[in-house]
């Protein structure tokens, strides 16, 4: 009698169950089909602009005195950057209209510059302020020339300037570091 009573519990349980996953599946099937998105345009993948180190020596060198200038160097395939980034966003949202700029350098490998660096930059409403950097190009000088602390041996890296003011760090920010660094700067 137990064992009836067992296998009829069991038996019920595996045939809600199953009818469980069919409505899961049909829920998924019908999201799938309403979340369908376009694919990316020639046009939108051209916004990236690729920048030369020389370029963003020039961008790290030429700032104004006034403008406090954040520039994280990431990349998609770096998890401690990716968990950083919405802590940029959200202060960027914080601090529009005020003379702070956000730069993102992306240092992927050009063959997911079409593909996982939009993806990602859109997913995280940021492609106006990225730029793509072929990370093969850069050589010792590059780092000596820009930075104090960095060799470009580990991501993300960001450097925060103001005037005379700077700050570089090194691997990944808690949001509650990059307040202070930037409550500094500005004050």
């Excluded at 009829?8 to 899961?24: G, H, P, R, T």
């Excluded at 089909?33 to 020389?54: R, T």
């Excluded at 960027?92 to 240092?107: A, D, R, W």
């Excluded at 691997?171 to 307040?179: K, V």
Aim: hydrophobic share 35%; net charge neutral; glycine share 4%.
């Amino acid at each position: 009698m137990k064992k009836i009573i067992i296998y009829s519990i069991l038996s019920m349980s595996l045939l809600a169950c199953k009818k469980n996953n069919e409505k899961v599946a049909e829920t998924q099937a019908k999201e799938d089909s309403i979340q369908v998105e376009p694919s990316k345009s020639e046009a939108d993948v051209a916004e990236l602009a690729e920048f030369s180190p020389e370029k963003i020596s020039n961008y790290l060198q030429n700032n104004h005195p006034d403008t406090l200038y954040v520039t994280n160097f990431f990349a998609t395939w770096c998890g401690p950057c990716v968990r950083e980034i919405p802590f940029f966003r959200k202060k960027m949202n914080e601090l529009k209209g005020q003379p702070v700029k956000f730069t993102f350098v992306s240092l992927d490998n050009k063959s997911d510059w079409n593909s996982a660096v939009p993806n990602f930059v859109d997913e995280q409403n940021i492609r106006k302020q990225v730029v793509l950097l072929d990370g093969s190009l850069l050589k010792p000088e590059f780092f000596k020339q820009n930075f104090k602390t960095w060799t470009g041996e580990a991501i993300p890296f960001t450097l925060m300037k103001k005037g005379d003011k700077s700050d570089e760090t090194i691997g990944s920010m808690s949001e509650e570091a990059l307040d202070r660094k930037i409550k500094q700067l500005l004050n």
